[in-house]
């Protein structure tokens, strides 16, 4: 049973345009989000978190938004630059970070010229 | 600052053999965490360390282990390797324990079981 998920494997976005990926939870313990960057042959690199007391946390080009009450939270990148394409995981913990980190299984961001 | 280092990065078992990875964190950093990537799990905990403590662990069968030495490096240990278990395994570190808005990963072990 997937706690994270998110639905969309891949995603092409044109340079310059925004990207938005997203990402659903089912389990409403989790009270802290995260969304990683990975590239290959490396290990993730942390982008942007947000608690669950907001609903909209910035840094930079990257904005993540958290709707609660549907259990949805959106990554978006503004404006989207080659430098961008990676596998982008979202992650959640709960109350305490009790039972570690849980991801999804990521979204592979592809920025075209 | 050397990121957190992880050995080997490449290894090669069969069935029924065992294994042990190592993690080097970043210096100064207590806390260390294991995961395991595979493509069709994605990235899942395996477990936490901080000052030589296990402090949460995953969803893992027993064969999973690991320990955390007095110097903050981290060993995990797969005994009885099973085909499932061929998958990048991932060690993240931070200063404190669940601060993971502060963990940094190193480039992984990739594992493969004949």
């Known amino acids: 049973d997937q706690q994270v998920k998110q639905n969309s494997p891949s995603l092409s976005v044109q340079e310059g345009r925004i990207s938005i990926l997203n990402c659903d939870y089912t389990?409403?313990?989790?009270?802290?989000f995260l969304w990683y960057k990975k590239y290959p042959a490396e290990g993730p690199t942390f982008l942007i978190s947000i608690s669950s007391i907001k609903d909209k946390n910035e840094d930079g080009r990257f904005t993540v938004f958290l709707n609660k009450s549907a259990k949805h939270l959106s990554l978006h990148i503004v404006p989207s630059q080659p430098g961008d394409s990676a596998v982008y995981f979202c992650a959640a913990s709960g109350r305490g970070g009790a039972d570690g980190l849980t991801f999804g299984k990521g979204t592979h961001l592809i920025i075209q010229p | 600052k050397a990121g957190v280092t992880q050995t080997p990065r490449y290894l090669i078992k069969t069935r029924g053999q065992q294994v042990t990875l190592s993690c080097s964190p970043i210096?100064?950093?207590?806390?260390v965490s294991w995961y395991q990537q595979t493509p069709g799990q994605g990235l899942q905990f395996l477990f936490e360390?901080?000052?030589?403590?296990?402090?949460n662990k995953g969803n893992f069968p027993g064969r999973f282990s690991g320990r955390q030495f007095s110097n903050s490096r981290s060993e995990m240990n797969v005994s009885t390797l099973e085909l499932g278990d061929s998958a990048l395994y991932l060690c993240?570190?931070?200063?404190?324990?669940?601060?993971?808005?502060?963990?940094?990963f190193g480039p992984g072990t990739r594992l493969t079981v004949l």
């Open positions: 360390y901080f000052s030589e403590t296990q402090r």
């Open positions: 993240a570190s931070s200063l404190v324990a669940d601060s993971y808005n502060e963990q940094f």
């Open positions: 389990n409403s313990m989790f009270d802290y």
């Open positions: 210096s100064g950093h207590r806390s």
